[in-house]
């Protein structure tokens, strides 16, 4: 059984910065590629970025490249996503997810992905 634990969500004032975990247990963490979805009130769920089964390969949305850094840590089997310069249009729920299929390089697409963490809010003030 896969389980995803999101954790470090927060409310910040704009400009401000935040790091993301996602503690993963029951797969063999390193082997499979993994990411960070988010989803705003009243939108769609979107992908924010991704990091490869080996960690060296990774992919940003646009709207947070530079700006967001997505790192896997295997010792502690755990994902991270640093937020700086946060703007108030990056407040949504933060969603981890872990890919379906091992050893591939980093899945923009949602459907790509096989489990899921519960979320966590992330709130940026004006």
């Known amino acids: 059984q896969v389980q995803l634990v999101e954790s470090g969500g927060g409310l910040v004032q704009a400009g401000g910065s935040l790091r993301l975990s996602c503690a993963a247990s029951?797969?063999?963490?390193?082997?499979?590629?993994m990411g960070w979805f988010r989803q705003a009130p009243g939108k769609e769920r979107e992908f924010v970025a991704a990091i490869s089964w080996s960690g060296t390969s990774t992919d940003y949305a646009d709207s947070v490249k530079d700006l967001f850094t997505i790192s896997i840590d295997t010792d502690k089997n755990t994902m991270y996503l640093q937020m700086n310069s946060l703007k108030p249009e990056d407040t949504a729920v933060y969603y981890c997810a872990i890919d379906s299929i091992p050893y591939r390089l980093p899945r923009t697409g949602q459907y790509e992905y096989g489990y899921w963490g519960q979320g966590t809010q992330v709130t940026v003030s004006s």
């Open positions: 029951g797969r063999t963490f390193g082997s499979y590629a």
